[in-house]
Each structure stands twice: as C-alpha cells, then as structure tokens.
C-alpha cells in the first residue's frame, strides 16, 4: 500500500510540476509585452490601417530581433473598431480583460479614441494616439494614461494660420465638412487670422454634409468670393473629389486649397493634383532630414515596396516613446510608465522630441509646403520649400489648458 501510495504521489507531483510548466510557457505576462491596437480596419479606415499596422509590425520585428524590451517580446493583438465607438469601447475592454493586454494603440477615429480613452482610465491602461487627434484628448478629456504623437487639431488649425498669415495673402475663403470639427476649426482659424491678419478678407464659409462626394454645387460660389487661399477641413477622398472636381472651373489659377496633404491623400489624386497648391502633413518623409527618418524610411520601403505615409510613422513613434518609457521605468506598471513618459526625451522619426507633461502631448507641429512633380515619386506629388511650424508656437499654454478644464467641471 505504501509503494502504490508512493507511486501514486510520484504521479501526481510530476503532473502538477508539468502542469506548472504548461501554464508558465503558456503566460503571456511572464515573458512577452502584449499591445493591444483598437484600429478602425473597416471602410474608409482601411487605408489609415494598413500603413499603421505596417510600422508597428515592423517595430516590433526590429525590438524583438534586439532582444526584446526588458528582455521580454512585444507582440500586437488587433480589434476592428469599424469607427463606432461602441464598438471600440468594447473591443478596449476585451484587449485588457480577455488578451491580457499591458498597453493600448489608438484608433483612426477621433470619436473612438474619445471612447477608448475612458476605457483606459477605467483600467489604468496606457493608450497612445497616433493618428486621431481631436484637441479634447488633451483638454476636456484629459486623463492621465493618455499620450498623444499626433499634431492635435488646435496645433493643425492654428499652425496653417500662423504661416499663411506670415504671406502676402489677403483674401481667404472657407470649406469644409458641416459637423462639430469643421465648425470648432474654422472658429479657430477665423480668431487666429484676425488677430494676426487683422486686413484680411474673409468671406463668408461653405459648409457641405459631413461624407459629401459632389462638390459641384458650391465650387461657384467658392471661385465667387476670388479667394488666393481656401482654408478646409476636408480631408482624404474628400479632399481629393474637391480638387478634381474644382480644376475644371479654373478656381487654382488664383487660389491654392489649404488642408491635410497627407501620403495617402497625395497617391489618391495622384498626378491630377495641381502644382503650386500650399498644405501641410503631420509627418512628411520626404521633408524630414536626419538620420532615423532616412533608415526608417529606408527600412519601410525595402519591406513594403512603397513610401511610409504620415500614419506609419506617428505609429512607430508611438512605440518608441511607449518602449523608452518602459525602459526608464524599469517597469510595466502603468503609473510607473506614466511618470516616465511625463517631460520623456527621445529622439523620434520628426527628431529630437518631448512629452509635455501637462497634457501628455508631444511637441510634434506640422510641416507646411507647396506641391510640386518630383521624378523620384512616380504616380504622385509631394510638397517642397516645406517647413515646419512648431508645436510650442500655437499649442495651448498650461494655463489655457487649466482654464479649458476648470470650465468643464
């Protein structure tokens, strides 16, 4: 009876230890870093996704090959948000609850990223936005587990402002999407430009429906008011239809349509885009010189076969303030990281970069310049004479931000 019993003790100590050993090679927490991506893979947001999930794919590939971070491996795990909020909230909590996720990658959507982000205070869960960028994030919305790599719309709107107020341009008119952004931009815009250009002629704006493909109807009284600058909110396919659409009423002989040139926008028009157009991007490879930008491109290009657009970039960004951050901290702790992150330094692919501690925003401003052909970019035009106007010139000021918040409670 003693030897069965033996035995049988044997057989149950060796089960437990293998056991033991399933659930230890088993555990994501013990020996990888899990980033959870709530990205907005379906419609319109297809586009944004892929070159995002490209450069963090690519990250990860190189951190992994280096050894990992804090000797453990980063792996993403993806949700579709199909830019509803709801259903990115619920994939936000999934990622952390059911994926055991340590960290959070934001959608394309603003309106889910305002979704998300309470789901990531909720849990105390770090979230980095890379490509959405309401300004809420960073004022009335604030919470600490947040950190923002994109221009917001503050720096966009009151950056593009601050450079064509510098020009000869006298004249301006307006279009854009009829929804809360095009109305609180053009605000903005309209504010900043009279108390820089207090001369300036500013006809009244036009407003179409947020998703409007023809623009036919309005071009008229656009070329109407003689514009030499159409500040807008529209953007991407939007964008694109206008500029085609408007060519053939002669409106960019006198006029240049100013809004969000991005990578992807530029190869969708590609060459029925004007020359001499003035725009700006949030993270422009081609006017971007120093040493990461150039291997980072590089890098992107000899894996994908094609030029990394503003989204790729502010993603991989993302990662290297997020992987710096664990690394000072020592730590996966969220409030550990936070602290890390909060006035971090790091040189980024737009250069030598901080993260305001105030409001968890990166002093990343815009690049602003006129497109032009360019033999080594077939298919599309880029910008040249680009410049940058700097996050710290129209960003909000603590106390501004402060005053935003106070007024919300």
Known sequence: MRGRSLRTALVVLVVALGAGLVVSENCPAQDKIRLGFVADVSGIGATFYKSQKQAIDLFIEEANAAGGILGKKLEVVVRDAQLKPDIGSNMARELILSEKCDFLIGPTSSA?????????????????????????????????????????????????????????????????????????????????????????????????????????????????TNPEVILSSLWGGGLASFIKQAQPYGLFKTASVTSLFDLDMLRAIGKDMPEGQLGYARAAFYAIDNPQMKAFTQKYYDKYKEWPADWAIMAYDGLIALTEAIKQADSLDSDKVVKALEGLKFKSLRGDRFIRAEDHMMNCGIYVGYTVKDPKYEGFLIMKDVVEVPAEKVWRSVEELKKIRAEKK
């Not at 490509?131 to 587990?145: G, I, K, V």
């Not at 719309?153 to 006298?170: A, H, L, N």
């Not at 009829?178 to 605000?187: F, I, L, P, R, V």
């Not at 815009?189 to 623009?215: C, M, R, T, Y």
């Open 112 to 224: 889910v990223a305002l979704a998300i982000t309470k789901v990531a205070q909720e849990f105390k869960k770090i979230v980095y936005f890379h490509t959405s960028n309401t300004e809420a994030l960073t004022t009335t919305d604030f919470q600490p587990y947040m950190f923002q790599v994109v221009p917001n719309t503050g720096i966009e709107g009151r950056g593009i402002v601050e450079f064509v107020s510098q020009k000869p341009y006298k004249r301006f008119g307006y279009i854009g999407y009829d929804y809360a952004y095009g109305h609180t931009q053009w605000d903005e815009q309209k504010a900043k430009l009279k108390q820089l250009k207090p001369d300036a002629q500013i006809a009244e704006p036009v407003w179409v429906k947020l998703g409007e493909s023809n623009f036919s109807p309005w071009i008229p009284t656009l070329v109407a």
